[in-house]
C-alpha cells in the first residue's frame, strides 16, 4: 500500500537558513494493516502524512502510495485516500446540519440516492451522531465535530485511510466508539490505516506495526516488541526470596533471556532472605525464567515487582533523548 524509500523534506526558515523536518525516511505498509506512527511533538509525524497523502511534494526520496507515484501522481494519491486531521473543523460547514454536510460530501465521493442515504445513515449510527444529525456543527461539542469530520472522510469507503490523532478532544465514550470503529474497518472491512496517536495505550490496542520518528527520522519500525528491543528500553524486575535451611547461599544466576543486569543483595538483619534485581529488556521472556529459577532451587518466594515495558516508555525514552541532545547543542553554541 506504501513504498517510501528517503523521504526527506525541509522548510526555509530565512533567507540563507534551512529546517529539516524529514529526512531519510523508509516505511512501507502492508495491505490490511494498523500502522502507529509515534513521536514527540515536532518529530514529522503530520509532515510524512501530508507527503504519504499527496498534500505536499517531498524534497527528496521516491516512492508509491497505492501504485501512484508520491511525486509524479499526487492528485492520484489524493483521490483515493482518506484523511482525518486534528484540525476537524475544516471542511464543516456551519451553515448545514450535521446530516446536511454529510448529504454535501457524498457526491464529491460518488455516492447518490439511496447508497448516499445508506451509507450516511450508517455513519451517523457508528459513530453515535443520530442524535445530532439534524444540530448544527457549532452547537455539538468539538468531540463530535471531531466525529462527525471521521464520518465525512469514512464516505468515501476508500481502502486506505490517514487518521491523525483520531480521538483528539473525545471523551471516553467517544474514544471507545472511535477504537471501535477503527477496529471495525480494519478487521471486518480491510482497511489499511495509519494513524498518529499521542496515546500509548491506543497505539498498543490497535496497531499491528509502529513505526518511530524522532527529529525527522526514522528510528525504528516493525512490531512492539522489536521496538522495545531496538531502542534498549530497560525495565526492573525485583524478586525477593529465601534460602533453605541448609544452603550456605543463593545459587548462581546467570543466562536469563532478555536480562541485562543482575545484582543480588542480602536483606540486612534476615539471613538467609535475598532480593534479585534484572535489568530487563523483556519482562515476558525474564520472569518465567527467574521463577523457574526459584523452583529449581527450591527457593522460598516472598515478592515479585515487574512491570512490562509499555510504548509509554518507549516515548519517554524517545522525549527524554530529544531533550538531551537539544540541550546539548544549545550548550554547544554557549
Not at 34 to 51: D, E, F, R, S
Amino acid at each position: 500500500m506504501i513504498d517510501v524509500r528517503d523521504l526527506g523534506k525541509r522548510y526555509r526558515r530565512g533567507r540563507r537558513q534551512w529546517a529539516e523536518v524529514l529526512a531519510d525516511v523508509d516505511l512501507r505498509v502492508q495491505e490490511g494493516s494498523v500502522l502507529g506512527l509515534l513521536g514527540p511533538n515536532g518529530a514529522g509525524k503530520t509532515t510524512l502524512i501530508k507527503i504519504l497523502c499527496g498534500l505536499l511534494a517531498p524534497d527528496a526520496g521516491s516512492g508509491t502510495v497505492l501504485g501512484h507515484d508520491i511525486r509524479r501522481s499526487p492528485a492520484a494519491i489524493r483521490a483515493r485516500v482518506s484523511l482525518v486531521a486534528p484540525t476537524a473543523d475544516v471542511g464543516i460547514d456551519n451553515n448545514l446540519t450535521v446530516r446536511q454536510n454529510l448529504v454535501f460530501w457524498a457526491p464529491v465521493f460518488g455516492l447518490r440516492g439511496a447508497e448516499a442515504r445508506r451509507r450516511i445513515d450508517a455513519l451517523l449510527e457508528r459513530l453515535d451522531l443520530v442524535g445530532k444529525a439534524d444540530a448544527w456543527p457549532m452547537h455539538i461539542s468539538a468531540g463530535q465535530r471531531q466525529r462527525l469530520a471521521l464520518a465525512r472522510s469514512l464516505l468515501a469507503e476508500n481502502r486506505l485511510v490517514f487518521l491523525d490523532e483520531p480521538t483528539n478532544k473525545l471523551d471516553s465514550e467517544g474514544v471507545r466508539s472511535v477504537r471501535s470503529l477503527i477496529t471495525d474497518l480494519n478487521r471486518g472491512h480491510g482497511v489499511t490505516v495509519v494513524l498518529t496517536t499521542h496515546v500509548m495505550e491506543e497505539a498498543e490496542e490497535l496497531c499491528d506495526e509502529i513505526a518511530l520518528l524522532r527529529q525527522g527520522r526514522l528510528v525504528a519500525s516493525g512490531g512492539r516488541d522489536r521496538i522495545v528491543a531496538s531502542l534498549g528500553v530497560t525495565r526492573p524486575i525485583a524478586v525477593t526470596f529465601e534460602l533453605g535451611p541448609e544452603a550456605s547461599g543463593p545459587p548462581p544466576l546467570n543466562d536469563l533471556p532478555g536480562a541485562l543486569q543482575v545484582r543480588l543483595e542480602r536483606a540486612p538483619g534476615e539471613p538467609g532472605l535475598y532480593t534479585a534485581h534484572i535489568a530487563s529488556g523483556d519482562v515476558r521472556a525474564t520472569t518465567p525464567a527467574l521463577l523457574s529459577w526459584v523452583r529449581a532451587h527450591g527457593l522460598r518466594l516472598r515478592a515479585v515487582q515487574t512491570r512490562p515495558v509499555t510504548l509509554e516508555d518507549v516515548f519517554l525514552s524517545m522525549t527524554e533523548s530529544t531533550t538531551a541532545s537539544t540541550t546539548g547543542a544549545a550548550r554547544a553554541v554557549e
